[in-house]
T-cell receptor
Framework: EAQVTQNPRYLITVTGKKLTVTCSQNMNHEYMSWYRQDPGLGLRQIYYSMNVEVTDKGDVPEGYKVSRKEKRNFPLILESPSPNQTSLYFC??????????????FGNGTRLTVT | QKEVEQNSGPLSVPEGAIASLNCTYSDRGSQSFFWYRQYSGKSPELIMFIYSNGDKEDGRFTAQLNKASQYVSLLIRDSQPSDSATYLCAVNDFNKFYFGSGTKLNVKP
């Protein structure tokens, strides 16, 4: 089954404790990206990657890191989480970031709470 | 800052009626436009996308795009209670995707 898999689904952590949220897709998609969703603010793009070893900042990259060493994986790293990073996070992929007809396919989400 | 605007709702329609959801965007260079449905606590699911001016139909759904007015809409015909969800408008603009904050739709039996 074609899918984007995120882990974990729920995560509670404390301020300053490094964490990684994994994302993997099995559709051979070139483009992958991370979003956070907060009430009233909608989905905001954190980082995106056009292909292996190519990443770029979205609208809210502060406090996050990403890497794209393999085409299928795009982990999100919070090196020193803070309470304002408490949010619902989604990983998504698409065939191409350029193409007109390449919609995003979303993972199931990770609900992160930082205390 | 590129913006995608949606009325937050809730938009309430009776079962069987047409629901009309609207979205405006700020950047004339935007290339393609997407409608997603999101149930509470779940991930967004693609309904349809459009990139040419005019209408595009898929079953009970019709997307309408007017690039001159920077406006995109989604019509849902014969609305069902199962259509009750938040509908997100998204815009693709040179490798980045921008989302509206969504319109909540309630379809009353």
């Amino acid at each position: 089954e074609a899918q984007v898999t995120q882990n974990p689904r729920y995560l509670i952590t404390v301020t300053g404790k490094k964490l990684t949220v994994t994302c993997s897709q099995n559709m051979n998609h070139e483009y992958m990206s991370w979003y956070r969703q907060d009430p009233g603010l909608g989905l905001r793009q954190i980082y995106y990657s056009m292909n292996v070893e190519v990443t770029d900042k979205g609208d809210v990259p502060e406090g996050y890191k990403v890497s794209r060493k393999e085409k299928r994986n795009f982990p999100l790293i919070l090196e020193s989480p803070s309470p304002n990073q408490t949010s619902l996070y989604f990983c998504a992929s698409s065939l191409s970031g350029y193409s007109y007809n390449s919609p995003l396919h979303f993972g199931n989400g990770t609900r992160l709470t930082v205390t | 800052q590129k913006e995608v605007e949606q009325n937050s709702g809730p938009l309430s329609v009776p079962e069987g009626a047409i629901a009309s959801l609207n979205c405006t965007y700020s950047d004339r260079g935007s290339q393609s436009f997407f409608w997603y449905r999101q149930y509470s606590g779940k991930s967004p699911e693609l309904i349809m996308f459009i990139y040419s001016n005019g209408d595009k139909e898929d079953g009970r759904f019709t997307a309408q795009l007017n690039k001159a007015s920077q406006y995109v809409s989604l019509l849902i015909r014969d609305s069902q209670p199962s259509d009750s969800a938040t509908y997100l408008c998204a815009v693709n603009d040179f490798n980045k995707f921008y989302f509206g904050s969504g319109t909540k739709l309630n379809v009353k039996p």
